[in-house]
């Protein structure tokens, strides 16, 4: 859960999502993917190109759904994704949860198969993991 309720999460998702779009218009943002095992101080980071817009449909009037999409910039392995980002009333009081549910694209369209089983799979779901975290921490009122 996250300290403000969905109203105060989403002005702050709202200035968040701003705060990425650079002088030529275009939102963009620093994803990283870290490494298992022994080798966890390494990552790999990579710029994609994000958009995220407030649309209808939350299973409850209060919720937030907001389409979120993002393409790497450049040539790489990170995969394009797209989905939902849902903000909802937690029931703990005066706090909201994030989630984020979509699909994503493997790089190196055909060839890319053979390497989504291998590894983009988990570059998909380690780059996701952080835009929430990084969520969470633009929303977490400062204290």
């Given at each position: 859960p996250v300290q403000g309720g969905v109203a105060q999460s989403t002005?702050?998702?709202d200035r968040f999502f701003a705060s990425l779009q650079a002088e030529d218009g275009i939102a963009r943002i620093r994803l990283r993917v870290r490494a298992d095992g022994p080798a966890r101080e390494l990552s790999?980071?990579?710029?994609?190109?994000?958009?995220?817009?407030?649309?209808?449909g939350g299973a409850r009037l209060?919720?937030?759904?907001?389409?979120?999409?993002?393409?790497?910039?450049?040539?790489?392995?990170?995969?394009?994704?797209?989905?939902v980002l849902f903000v909802r009333a937690s029931g703990e009081g005066d706090s909201s949860s994030i989630e984020l549910d979509g699909s994503y694209a493997a790089p190196f369209g055909t060839a890319g198969q053979v390497f989504d089983?291998?590894?983009?799979?988990?570059i998909a779901q380690a780059t996701a993991r952080e835009l929430l975290e990084d969520l969470k921490r633009a929303i977490e009122p400062a204290r």
């Open positions: 002005a702050r998702l790999i980071e990579r710029e994609v190109r994000v958009e995220a817009r407030r649309t209808r209060d919720d937030l759904m907001m389409l979120v999409r993002w393409t790497p910039e450049g040539a790489g392995a990170f995969p394009a994704f797209e989905g089983a291998a590894i983009s799979h988990r």
